[in-house]
């Protein structure tokens, strides 16, 4: 045995690629393959989820929305028949009236009771002693 060491131990070569495993070169002509990620074939990730979500949540916003202004719609159109109908029945009784008051009777019953019509100059307003306060201008 010797005292002067042999040459040093040898190293592994460093691979070739950066990559753990080493990638095939595509063929002339042929389709470039899509690469995999790790979510694929999964469900989608958290973010994608989310967002899904929140699109969901503002569609669903979007329908009420317009099922509530429909609905409000119909709500106005029922008040707008009412309120038709409610002018339509005032203008009847006063037509009702204005006809009892053309034909002369309640003037007819006036006299026959001595009521007359006084003449607007002599017509004035009583002062109360106790509503003072109310009398004043």
């Known amino acids: 045995m010797s005292a002067v060491p042999s040459s ?3 190293r592994r070569a460093a691979p070739a690629a950066a990559s753990p495993r080493a990638r095939p070169k595509p063929k002339p002509g042929a389709r470039p ?6 979510a694929s074939g999964r469900v989608a990730s958290l ?28 709500r106005s159109g ?4 009412e309120t038709r109908q409610v002018r339509t029945d005032t203008a009847t009784v006063n037509a009702q009236i204005q006809r009892r008051l053309g ?21 004035g307003t ?7 306060a109310a009398a004043r201008p």
């Open 103 to 123: 034909d002369g009777r309640v003037e007819e019953a006036a006299r026959r009771y001595g009521m007359v019509l006084p003449d607007a100059a002599s017509v």
């Open 78 to 81: 029922e008040v707008r028949r």
């Open 8 to 10: 040093p131990p040898r």
């Open 33 to 38: 393959q899509v690469r995999r990620t790790a």
């Open 126 to 132: 009583l002062r109360l002693p106790g509503n003072a």
């Open 47 to 74: 973010p994608n989820s989310l967002l899904i979500a929140t699109v969901c949540v503002l569609l669903g916003l979007v329908v009420f929305l317009q099922v509530s202004a429909l609905r409000a719609n119909m």
